[in-house]
């Protein structure tokens, strides 16, 4: 008995000593079990299995997240009454197949978040029975029946939408995973999920192995489900595209755009190459909006199951940066600038920026700031990063978001241009002098838009398109977007001789951009931006110094706008003020047609009426109008030969895709060198109730260059008080710390730094 019990002890010892070796030797070659542990735990991506243990505890305590998930229960709950729905697609944007499939996306994404936050096992059943349902319709389909898009998908007409699907359901499945038996599992990933990843991705090269907002999607969608699955092929397929995979690099997409030309693809490129070190993205902030939510959820679900990527210090944190220059790229009511193909009224409101609000404070330095857009937004994820914007607001840690005057440089390295925004009291003035941005760009070098408390006052027309509306073009984008919104005479900037920049051609303007000279704001009272273009025309430079300028003569600050062009050879000249609300007075006369013709026949100009034509009768010409209750004034420096022309969008236009938008054009013919000088004014109101107008005219006299140098640009503003403001703009030597002396009517001028005010 002893020798038996002796013998047993030693065994143990012997066993654990073993089993101790083993378990450290693991540990080596793998790394800390506690962590390979956590990821194997569902859920894992976005709202963890930790996070549900948090949110459980704090729900009916946290009001915007008990709002929130009483919102999207009440959703859900009304999707499961009504029944599982899933169609055979035949539709494009805004059809109902497509509608349908788009929808039950976003509630299997819900009611998977609802099963694990609730614990009622009705949602997973939901998830789980809409999911079988697609394992059984997907086996089965071909390409999508429209033929439209360069990749077509299978659940919708691009693979666009089916990488949209995925990257909701992905999540959706990783909620109900362990609900699942492991044969439910493998139905579903043999017949619906590695197909799904594969059509996407290998099936559909041309979409996939790219650097574009498409592709974003495509890497998150194949990585996301490559998390939840544990395959590792797909996640490395996501993070650095297909291997050994080479596409022909002079093919284009249906936006005209290269569909690889660099040959540069997957997860990690598309953050390296689109994203400026100051976080802006080169196709504008519409697409950059778009592009966030596959961005950020992708980004979530690698630092939760491989945070050795550390994904967000990725780029020295560009991702996190990226959602500050986004809000940033916003007018006073949230709605993004429409640079490039935009959408008016695309703001901050939307999901994907609800998603990167609350990712960027989770993840970020917990800016108070956020909270209060988050307060705006009133609703949250509810997921982890959810939790954490809800408890901030429920301590009252928030504090105003507040939008300054900004810089944010174009280009992987920032070297590409950029766009400068300036603000002073409610006027925002943005000037894009960025580069092409990709397919979606336009020719507009040296363009701007100008807003007052959220409103327009100089429009950027944007895109062309009637978003998922399936009546017009099936909700894609309109021929209109190429014969006019991008075409040059559509922006406010200079086009010469009717003709775009780059001739309107993607192959040369994707490989210029513009540059900046200067940006200053340190003065709260004179702002100043300024940059200039050398190769939108051939033999012709383009220098624009733009500033918003706040004085005490003036009721509101002003915008001065110096455009100096220099050509080797005599053009003519088209400067627009694309401006909102109705003529009040001009100090020109002019005629208008009976019959409305185009102004043009070609790069946008047949589609422009023409209203009105005159000849500028002094050395400054003044136009006036109303709009939104404020009274606008335009100042600008014309000679005689000048020609004033009321221009309208809407010309050769059958179906009325474009809006009926007014235009003033200044006409300059057979000039080589001109320097367009302007100031724009916001002043006075009008009340509708006791119909009394106050401060309806312009407070400025006259407006003079009186210095045009290579070196120097100097401009006198008088006001009707006989009160003269100069402002001198250095051409070439713009560093801060340079001193200048300049000579204007035997008066020396003397200051240190790009311009000079006073």
């Known amino acids: 008995m002893k020798i038996k019990l002796s013998f047993s002890l030693s065994f143990v010892i012997v066993s654990m000593l073993f089993l101790f070796s083993c378990a450290n030797e693991n540990k080596t070659q793998t790394g800390n079990d506690d962590e390979k542990i956590a990821n194997k735990e569902h859920p894992k991506l976005i709202l963890t299995a930790q996070g549900v243990?948090?949110?459980?505890?704090?729900?009916?305590?946290?009001?915007?997240?008990?709002?929130?998930?009483?919102?999207?229960?009440?959703?859900?709950?009304?999707?499961?009454?009504?029944?599982?729905?899933?169609?055979?697609?035949?539709?494009?944007?805004?059809?109902?197949?497509?509608?349908?499939?788009?929808?039950?996306?976003?509630?299997?994404?819900?009611?998977g978040l609802l099963y694990q936050i609730l614990d009622d096992e009705k949602y997973a059943k939901y998830v789980k029975d809409m999911l079988m349902e697609y394992e059984a319709l997907y086996k089965t389909l071909p390409l999508h029946p429209k033929t439209r898009s360069y990749a077509r998908g299978k659940l919708f007409w691009q693979c666009l939408n089916d990488s949209n699907w995925l990257v909701y359901v992905s999540q959706a499945y990783d909620c109900i995973y362990n609900y699942l038996t492991e044969e439910e599992r493998n139905k579903l990933e043999t017949n619906l999920f590695r197909p799904f990843a594969d059509h996407i991705s290998v099936d559909s090269p041309q979409f996939y192995q790219r650097v574009h907002n498409h592709s974003t999607w495509g890497n998150a969608a194949v990585g996301m489900i490559g998390l939840v699955m544990d395959d590792e092929e797909l996640i490395n397929r996501a993070l650095y595209g297909i291997k050994d995979l080479k596409l022909d690099t002079t093919k284009k997409d249906d936006d005209g755009g290269?569909?690889?030309?660099?040959?540069?693809?997957?997860?990690?490129?598309?953050?390296?190459?689109?994203?400026?070190?100051?976080?802006?993205?080169?196709?504008?902030?519409?697409?950059?909006?778009?592009?966030?939510?596959?961005?950020?959820?992708?980004?979530?679900?690698?630092?939760?199951?491989?945070?050795?990527?550390?994904?967000?210090?990725?780029?020295?944190?560009?991702?996190?940066?990226?959602?500050?220059?986004?809000?940033?790229?916003s007018d006073a009511d949230g709605d993004f600038f429409p640079l490039n193909d935009g959408q008016k009224g695309m703001s901050y409101y939307t999901n994907a920026l609800v998603t990167a609000v609350d990712v960027s404070y989770h993840f970020g330095d917990q800016d108070p700031g956020l909270l209060s857009i988050a307060k705006q937004q009133d609703k949250v994820l509810l997921d982890d990063s959810g939790l954490a914007v809800a408890l901030g607001i429920k301590n009252g840690n928030e504090k105003p978001f507040t939008k300054k005057s900004i810089n944010l440089s174009d280009g992987p390295e920032g070297k590409q241009g950029g766009v400068g925004i300036l603000r002073n009291q409610d006027i925002e003035l943005v000037f894009k002098y960025a580069s092409q941005g990709s397919s979606h760009g336009h020719y507009d070098k040296l363009s701007y838009s100008l807003y007052e408390k959220g409103e327009e006052v100089i429009q950027d027309y944007g895109l062309s398109r009637f978003v998922n509306i399936e009546q017009k073009g099936g909700g894609n984008y309109l021929k209109e977007n190429k014969t006019w919104a991008k075409q040059t005479i559509a922006h406010n900037t200079v086009t010469q001789n009717?003709?775009?920049?780059?001739?309107?051609?993607?192959?040369?303007?994707?490989?210029?951009?513009s540059d900046l000279q200067y940006f200053s704001s340190d003065n709260d009272n004179v702002q100043v931006v300024s940059a200039i273009e050398k190769n939108a025309y051939p033999g012709?430079?383009?220098?624009?110094?733009?500033?918003?300028?706040?004085?005490?003569?003036?009721?509101?600050?002003?915008?001065?706008?110096?455009?100096?062009?220099?050509?080797?050879?005599?053009?003519?000249?088209?400067?627009?003020?694309?401006?909102?609300?109705?003529?009040?007075?001009?100090?020109?006369?002019?005629?208008?047609?009976?019959?409305?013709?185009?102004?043009?026949?070609?790069?946008?100009?047949?589609?422009?009426?023409?209203?009105?034509?005159?000849?500028?009768?002094?050395?400054?010409?003044?136009?006036?109008?109303?709009?939104?209750?404020?009274?606008?004034?335009?100042?600008?420096?014309?000679?005689?030969?000048?020609?004033?022309?009321?221009?309208?969008?809407g010309a050769n236009d059958p179906e009325f895709n474009l809006r009926r938008d007014p235009a003033l054009i200044l006409r300059a013919k057979k000039s080589k060198n001109r320097t367009f000088v302007s100031?724009?004014?916001?002043?006075?109101?009008?009340?509708?109730?006791?119909?009394?107008?106050?401060?309806?005219?312009?407070?400025?006299?006259?407006?003079?260059?009186?210095?045009?140098?290579?070196?120097?640009?100097?401009?006198?503003?008088?006001?009707?008080?006989?009160?003269?403001?100069?402002?001198?703009?250095?051409?070439?030597?713009?560093?801060?710390?340079?001193?200048?002396?300049?000579?204007?009517?035997?008066?020396?001028?003397?200051?240190?730094?790009?311009?000079?005010?006073n």
Do not use: C
């Open 53 to 111: 243990k948090d949110i459980r505890a704090q729900l009916g305590t946290i009001p915007i997240f008990d709002k929130s998930l009483e919102a999207v229960k009440e959703e859900v709950d009304a999707e499961i009454e009504a029944g599982i729905e899933v169609p055979i697609p035949k539709d494009y944007s805004g059809g109902y197949t497509h509608s349908r499939h788009k929808q039950n996306w976003f509630v299997l994404h819900k009611a």
């Open 258 to 329: 290269f569909l690889n030309k660099d040959g540069k693809a997957g997860f990690l490129a598309n953050i390296e190459e689109p994203f400026s070190p100051d976080g802006y993205y080169n196709e504008g902030p519409y697409y950059q909006r778009y592009a966030m939510y596959p961005f950020l959820v992708f980004a979530e679900g690698l630092h939760n199951v491989k945070p050795e990527l550390k994904i967000f210090e990725y780029k020295e944190g560009v991702l996190l940066k990226s959602i500050n220059a986004l809000l940033n790229l």
């Open 498 to 513: 009717e003709t775009s920049h780059f001739t309107g051609k993607y192959d040369i303007g994707s490989l210029h951009h």
């Open 540 to 649: 012709t430079t383009m220098l624009r110094t733009m500033a918003i300028i706040k004085d005490e003569d003036f009721e509101k600050p002003f915008v001065l706008d110096i455009m100096k062009v220099t050509s080797a050879t005599a053009n003519q000249y088209d400067f627009p003020f694309y401006y909102f609300g109705q003529v009040l007075q001009t100090n020109f006369k002019y005629n208008s047609p009976e019959i409305l013709k185009p102004l043009g026949s070609k790069n946008g100009y047949q589609h422009l009426y023409l209203e009105g034509s005159g000849k500028a009768s002094d050395e400054n010409t003044k136009f006036s109008w109303f709009s939104n209750d404020k009274f606008y004034s335009l100042t600008t420096v014309t000679n005689t030969k000048d020609e004033l022309i009321f221009a309208r969008i």
């Open 679 to 757: 100031v724009i004014e916001s002043h006075g109101s009008y009340s509708a109730v006791s119909e009394s107008a106050l401060n309806s005219k312009s407070n400025i006299k006259d407006i003079k260059t009186v210095l045009d140098s290579d070196a120097y640009t100097a401009i006198s503003i008088t006001t009707i008080n006989g009160k003269t403001k100069l402002f001198i703009t250095s051409n070439t030597n713009t560093s801060k710390e340079v001193k200048h002396n300049v000579k204007i009517d035997d008066k020396n001028y003397e200051w240190s730094g790009s311009y000079y005010f």
